[in-house]
């Protein structure tokens, strides 16, 4: 029956009571809305969710020092090409025999057309 809360005095610290939950019941706008008595719990979640945000700005150096650890990664996937030897990646083609193969198929389209 009895619901403990946070109750915030006017020095700036909390302090849990002992609240009579069927005595005191609030009841935000959303609930009333919907028809749902939320008690004492409804009024302080709204409370608490508007002061959820931090005390002070997060220093340029405790950003950096979480920053830290997100650097770039050694690749894993790089292999070198069967036919050339020059380095590309895993299950990709290789660009350099690509762009040789594009420019061999361009000259056999050429020669078919002339003839």
Not at 69 to 90: A, E, F, H, V, Y
Request: glycine share 8%; with cysteine; net charge positive.
């Amino acid at each position: 029956m009895f619901a403990r809360a946070l109750v915030r005095p006017a020095a700036s610290s909390w302090v849990g009571i002992a609240v009579n939950s069927a005595a005191r019941r609030v009841r935000t706008p959303m609930a009333a809305a919907i028809g749902v008595n939320l008690g004492l719990l409804g009024g302080l979640l709204g409370e608490i969710i508007l002061r959820a945000v931090p005390k002070q700005r997060t220093s340029h150096s405790k950003k950096r020092k979480r920053m830290a650890t997100k650097g770039l990664k050694n690749r894993q996937d790089i292999s070198p090409c069967r036919g050339c030897g020059r380095p590309k990646l895993t299950a990709h083609v290789c660009l350099h025999c690509y762009s040789d193969i594009r420019k061999k198929l361009r000259g056999m389209r050429r020669e078919a057309e002339r003839e």
